[in-house]
């Protein structure tokens, strides 16, 4: 995701919670952005996020506030779940991968998480900007339809 569309979009979405809900709003969503650079850092230095997609979540967040970018990122955990399926599936790797899985079903987190490195080396990128704006329309559509996926 360019800086050229993300950036500006994280400003007007600070601003907006200026003018229209005050001080106590604005200041919560300026937390909630931080929050978001601050745990995007982590995962773009652990190579699981590009910057663009740190960025693209931080405007979501700046935009239409925590509880709205909550729903987005447990959408696109799901919409995030089924691509990557769908992509490891494509290029014949989902039943190796689950055999790995499998063998190491019993070692720490890290490890697992290396191993999920390892697939994103051998060429099976998840488009994650198409994955987190996935998301953020299915809570749109949730929240224009007057429903939400967590109450």
């Known amino acids: 995701m360019p800086n050229a569309v993300t950036l500006p979009s994280i400003l007007i979405g600070l601003a907006l919670w200026l003018a229209s809900h005050g001080l ?4 919560t969503v300026v937390v909630i952005v931080l929050a978001v650079f601050g745990i995007g850092f982590l995962l ?3 190579g699981v996020l590009g910057g663009g997609d740190v960025k693209l979540v931080a405007a979501i967040g700046a935009l239409m506030g925590g509880r ?4 987005s ?3 696109a955990l799901i919409v995030g779940v089924v691509v990557s399926f769908w992509i490891l599936a494509r290029d014949k790797a989902l039943v190796p991968l689950l055999g790995r899985l499998y063998r190491t079903g019993r070692e720490s987190l890290y490890q ?6 390892i697939v994103e080396g051998e060429g099976h990128r998840i488009p994650y900007a198409l994955v987190i704006s996935a998301g953020a329309l299915l809570a749109l559509a949730l929240e224009w339809s007057g429903h939400e996926l967590v109450g």
């Open 112 to 117: 697992l998480a290396h191993e999920q490195q």
């Open 24 to 27: 106590r709003s604005f200041l």
């Open 73 to 75: 990122i447990i959408w």
């Open 44 to 46: 773009q230095a652990s």
């Open 68 to 71: 709205f970018l909550g729903q």
